[in-house]
């Protein structure tokens, strides 16, 4: 699929804000890795990366330590550059999910994710409707029911660029309640902190995002839940009363997922060597127990059946924004 040529905006975020706990200093023989983090803290593919490098460093699955580093940036773009710059280098892994798929896009890349080395799929979760405490809509039918009555008038928000999940979502979920998707007012934010502010803040009304960020103001009642769009409702004691769109009689099921790559132009030894670890830190006890605790489905997959989906992950995006007439 031909991507846009590469702007300008790119080239700005490879000077992005880069974060980094731990420092360690590693030659080629080390054992201590870098995972790279394509948001900011607290994000998304940060729980799902710092989890996974935790649970791998309490193991002593690699048999050294980790470097994360947070890459702010074009919704993930930044982040992959980096990963694409360190070419053969054997050290370093990438949390990865369909946000940096729709950036790659959005934000005219030449990378897709499978120019650099596949490693796994870990998770996927489902995708929540946020609304302040104070909102009018009380279902996700009051929701459904204004938006459909004036599109443009229903400001909504979510914590991905275009292309990402959490502009998939609410595109999607347009189109099966009769909204033509290109009505939609969307507001893009960078990752949950901003979307947070801007829903308590009064700039958006709805927000649509995976609901792991948001497990504080949910609890405290800043923020209630309308809806989720996974098969079945969440296991977390705050959200066991929130029904899936399904059971609200909207036929849609949405799921966001996360994965871990490496650069390109390593060795298949060292790939396999990589896969290995993730397989040894899946199969721990501590992360079914972190799965639960976040309300993340168990989606591993690695070799060519992760590769397959992919392909398939750059299909579903380029296809979504090829209809809203975005590349």
Same mark, same amino acid.
């Given at each position: 699929?031909?991507?846009?040529?590469?702007?300008? #905006?790119?080239?700005?975020?490879?000077?992005?804000?880069?974060?980094?706990?731990?420092?360690? @200093?590693?030659?080629?023989?080390?054992?201590? !890795?870098?995972?790279?983090?394509?948001?900011?803290?607290?994000?998304?593919?940060?729980?799902?990366?710092? #989890? &996974?490098?935790?649970?791998?460093?309490?193991? /002593?699955?690699?048999?050294?330590?980790?470097?994360?580093?947070?890459?702010?940036?074009?919704?993930?773009? &930044? #982040?992959? #550059?980096?990963?694409?710059?360190?070419?053969?280098?054997?050290?370093?892994?990438?949390?990865?999910?369909?946000?940096?798929?729709?950036?790659?896009?959005?934000?005219? *890349?030449?990378? *897709? !994710?499978? /120019?650099?080395?596949?490693? &796994?799929?870990?998770? @996927?979760?489902?995708?929540?409707? !946020?609304?302040?405490?104070?909102?009018?809509?009380?279902?996700? +039918?009051?929701?459904?029911?204004?938006?459909? +009555?004036?599109?443009?008038?229903?400001?909504?928000?979510?914590?991905?660029?275009?292309?990402?999940?959490?502009?998939?979502?609410?595109?999607?979920?347009?189109?099966?309640?009769?909204?033509?998707?290109?009505?939609?007012?969307?507001?893009?934010?960078?990752?949950?902190?901003?979307?947070? *502010?801007?829903?308590?803040?009064?700039?958006?009304?709805?927000?649509?995002?995976? =609901? &792991?960020?948001?497990?504080?103001?949910?609890?405290?009642?800043?923020?209630?839940?309308?809806?989720?769009?996974?098969?079945?409702?969440?296991?977390?004691? +705050? =959200?066991?009363?929130?029904?899936?769109? @399904?059971?609200?009689?909207?036929?849609?099921?949405? =799921?966001?997922?996360?994965?871990?790559? +490496?650069?390109?132009?390593?060795?298949?030894?060292?790939?396999?060597?990589?896969?290995?670890?993730?397989?040894?830190?899946?199969?721990?006890?501590?992360?079914?127990?972190?799965?639960?605790?976040?309300?993340?489905?168990?989606?591993?997959?690695?070799?060519?059946?992760?590769?397959?989906?992919?392909?398939?992950?750059?299909?579903?995006?380029?296809?979504?924004?090829?209809?809203?007439? !975005?590349?």
């Amino acid at each position: 699929m031909p991507r846009r040529p590469t702007v300008p #905006a790119l080239c700005v975020c490879l000077l992005a804000l880069t974060l980094t706990a731990c420092g360690v @200093t590693r030659g080629d023989e080390s054992r201590d !890795l870098v995972m790279l983090i394509p948001n900011s803290p607290g994000g998304g593919y940060d729980q799902t990366g710092r #989890a &996974a490098v935790q649970v791998m460093e309490d193991g /002593d699955v690699t048999g050294g330590s980790f470097n994360v580093r947070n890459i702010v940036g074009a919704g993930g773009s &930044a #982040a992959m #550059a980096e990963l694409m710059g360190r070419q053969g280098d054997e050290h370093t892994m990438m949390t990865v999910g369909l946000g940096v798929v729709g950036s790659l896009y959005s934000f005219g *890349s030449d990378f *897709s !994710l499978q /120019d650099a080395t596949p490693l &796994a799929q870990l998770i @996927t979760e489902p995708e929540g409707i !946020l609304v302040p405490s104070e909102s009018p809509y009380q279902t996700v +039918a009051d929701f459904a029911d204004a938006w459909v +009555a004036d599109p443009g008038g229903v400001v909504v928000g979510g914590g991905s660029s275009p292309g990402g999940p959490d502009f998939l979502f609410p595109m999607q979920l347009a189109d099966v309640l009769g909204i033509d998707p290109n009505d939609v007012n969307y507001v893009s934010y960078d990752g949950g902190g901003p979307l947070t *502010s801007a829903l308590l803040g009064d700039k958006i009304q709805v927000g649509f995002s995976g =609901l &792991a960020e948001f497990e504080g103001q949910i609890s405290s009642g800043e923020l209630r839940v309308l809806a989720v769009s996974g098969e079945e409702r969440q296991p977390q004691e +705050a =959200l066991a009363d929130v029904p899936t769109l @399904t059971e609200s009689d909207i036929d849609l099921t949405f =799921l966001n997922w996360r994965g871990v790559l +490496a650069p390109p132009g390593i060795s298949d030894e060292r790939r396999d060597e990589l896969v290995g670890f993730l397989q040894e830190m899946h199969d721990s006890e501590q992360w079914q127990e972190v799965l639960e605790t976040n309300g993340w489905t168990d989606a591993f997959r690695t070799g060519d059946d992760f590769e397959q989906f992919l392909i398939e992950q750059d299909e579903r995006v380029s296809g979504t924004l090829e209809e809203l007439n !975005l590349i």
